[in-house]
């Protein structure tokens, strides 16, 4: 069986889950917020929407393009989110770990 990576938009194409089993994103592109300070409620929001909708379609989350640092992964999985891209393995090892 083969699969692809699926973007935003898939969530809306009727597409089968099994081809596109998970959703990525540019965060940069969708979210103005940047991992200082907190979540706006309107990014939390939207991020939840997203989750919602992958979830209920059987599909998996991921983001990339986004802050690369503990309080981000913390929203990330505080919302659902299935999937950390991060090209700091050591830091986010640490982080899993304590949490």
Same mark, same amino acid.
């Given at each position: ?7 935003? #938009? +898939?969530? +809306? ?6 081809? %596109?089993? $998970? %959703?990525?994103?540019? =965060?940069?592109?969708? !979210?103005? =917020? ?7 409620? @309107? +990014? ?5 929407? %997203? &989750?919602?909708? #992958? ?7 991921? !983001? $990339? ?5 503990? &309080? !981000? =992964?913390?929203?990330?999985? #505080?919302?659902?989110?299935?999937? %950390?891209? @991060?090209? +700091? ?5 640490? !982080?899993?770990?304590?949490?």
């Amino acid at each position: 069986m083969q699969a692809m990576d699926g973007d935003l #938009a +898939d969530l +809306d194409s009727g597409t089968p889950p099994d081809l %596109i089993p $998970w %959703i990525s994103s540019n =965060w940069a592109q969708q !979210f103005k =917020w940047r991992g200082s300070g907190s979540i706006p409620e @309107t +990014d939390k929001l939207k991020l939840q929407q %997203i &989750v919602a909708k #992958a979830h209920q379609q059987g599909r998996r989350v991921r !983001f $990339w393009g986004a802050p690369d640092q503990p &309080v !981000f =992964w913390g929203e990330l999985l #505080a919302n659902g989110v299935d999937l %950390i891209n @991060t090209d +700091d393995l050591d830091g986010v090892q640490r !982080f899993l770990l304590k949490n």
